[in-house]
């Protein structure tokens, strides 16, 4: 018969001490992408070969910003050919308020269909001022929302910091998230809403199941949003652990304002850090 070591209750009752219960393994099934206004003056000069060096580095996806709107159908084809052969994905785009009017929402559609995308994100609402304006914008992603759906897509809406900035005690925010269906997603700018004071990891655990994508953006009092990711204030760690355990995230995005480094370097030396503390 085989003989085990006998554990003192002594021992056992440490060992367990020193498990935290709580703890939540980070999944690495989740892709990172790259916000591509990250790399916008190379991406300007040349898409493809920016996209070639995102890819290089092992990013999983990436996030048109609002130029792509301007694209012809043919040239969204040429491009979703060039990501399905990198392996890379776009799971969203930012857009403006042309996006959402009634003018441009097929066509918004349209361009997010072809590049495969779950969501066309409105990247800002404006100089908004009241609670009824927050209201309206609401309702605009609501509309959005409701039209996106046959075409197996989604609104959601990204935050500056304008939006934790309260009116009559209330932010905006909260309005969004309170007069918005639950299909729409709130994409979290966490550098944003560190900078204007308010707690990403409590706004994530308000909203479960809303928080779809994060921007990975940090900030710090000295450097602003020049400093690189995992180099700021922004508690990561815990932001990572209640994205995945409460916030439904789906995928995360690495945006950069800008560096000391050329912009391609900035992207890689930023996810290098992210994957050493995503760990």
Known sequence: MTQFPRISRRTLLAALAATPLTAVAKDKSIPVGLELFSVRAELKKDLPATLDAVAKQGYECVEFFAPYFEWTTDYAKEVRKQLDGLGVKCHS?????????????????????????????????????????????????????????????????????????????????????????????????????????????????QNPGRIRSLHLKDWSAEKGYKVLFGEGSVPWKKIFAAAESTGGVEFYLIEQEGSQYPEIETADRCLVAFKNIHR
Do not use: F
């Open 93 to 205: 785009t930012h857009n403006g308020m042309n996006a959402y009017k009634p003018e441009g929402l097929d066509k918004a559609i349209e361009l997010n269909g072809i590049l495969g995308t779950k969501y066309i994100v409105l990247a800002s609402a404006g100089d908004v001022k009241t609670l009824d304006g927050w209201k309206q914008v609401a309702e605009t992603l609501n509309r959005g929302d409701e039209k996106m759906k046959a075409a197996n897509l989604h609104a959601g809406y990204h935050n500056h910091a304008l939006e934790w900035q309260a009116i009559n005690g209330q932010r905006p925010m909260e309005i969004l998230a309170k007069e918005t269906g639950k299909g729409v997603a709130l994409q979290l700018d966490v550098g944003t809403c560190v900078e204007a004071g308010s707690d990403p990891v409590a706004w994530i655990e």
